[in-house]
């Protein structure tokens, strides 16, 4: 007799938590918490000018951020000046890809790259990891749309979007959609 009074009671409570649920008159609000992963368009996101950690020399940065430069104009600008540098070392390079390291290359453990070319190789080989093995980490991001177009700032992964806009305009052969793996 006891099952028959605790199976009344467990319907009496159902009943009355469904009934709060189901009001008609109110809206039911539910707290989305997860973290989602969004493919956005690179063009609809950009760095933090006020981040202290660069990747960009600063001229580079300033003109970027004063949108004298588009994301491609600036990474031609870091090539180049990485071009200088590794030119007056007498290392020049015309292809990214010949900043890669080479292990039949001996004379190569010997040399000192500049900033400027360790830096340059850093992203390019970050971009021939994504290109062969995809993004495993997204960049983070918070939404600063105002008005209609969509925009992005990111707070973290500044290296892997210079390296997506490297694969999409720079390294040949890349058949990417131009678009980057974030969490908003």
């Given at each position: 007799m006891?099952?028959?009074?605790?199976?009344?009671?467990?319907?009496e409570l159902l009943a009355s938590f469904n009934g709060d649920l189901l009001k008609e008159d109110e809206p039911q609000y539910f707290n989305d918490d997860s973290i989602r992963v969004e493919r956005i368009l690179l063009d609809m996101v950009r760095p933090d000018p006020i981040q202290?950690?660069?990747?960009?020399?600063?001229?580079?940065?300033?003109?970027?951020?004063e949108s004298r430069l588009t994301p491609s104009q600036a990474l031609r600008e870091m090539v180049q000046v990485a071009q200088v540098?590794?030119?007056?070392?007498g290392r020049p390079f015309s292809n990214l890809?010949?900043?890669?390291p080479d292990p039949e290359r001996e004379d190569e453990c010997d040399a000192k790259l500049t900033p400027e070319e360790e830096l340059l190789r850093e992203l390019v080989n970050?971009?021939?990891t994504i290109r062969d093995d995809g993004q495993v980490n997204p960049i983070t991001v918070i939404d600063v749309t105002e008005g209609?177009?969509?925009?992005?700032?990111?707070e973290t992964?500044?290296?892997?979007?210079?390296?997506?806009?490297?694969?999409?305009?720079f390294l040949t052969s890349y058949e990417g959609d131009g678009m980057i793996?974030?969490?908003v």
């Open positions: 006891e099952k028959k009074n605790d199976n009344d009671k467990l319907s202290p950690r660069r990747v960009l020399p600063e001229k580079v940065h300033i003109a970027f951020h540098a590794a030119r007056q070392r890809l010949e900043l890669l970050l971009a021939v209609v177009t969509r925009l992005y700032r990111i992964g500044e290296r892997r979007y210079w390296s997506a806009w490297l694969l999409r305009d793996d974030c969490i």
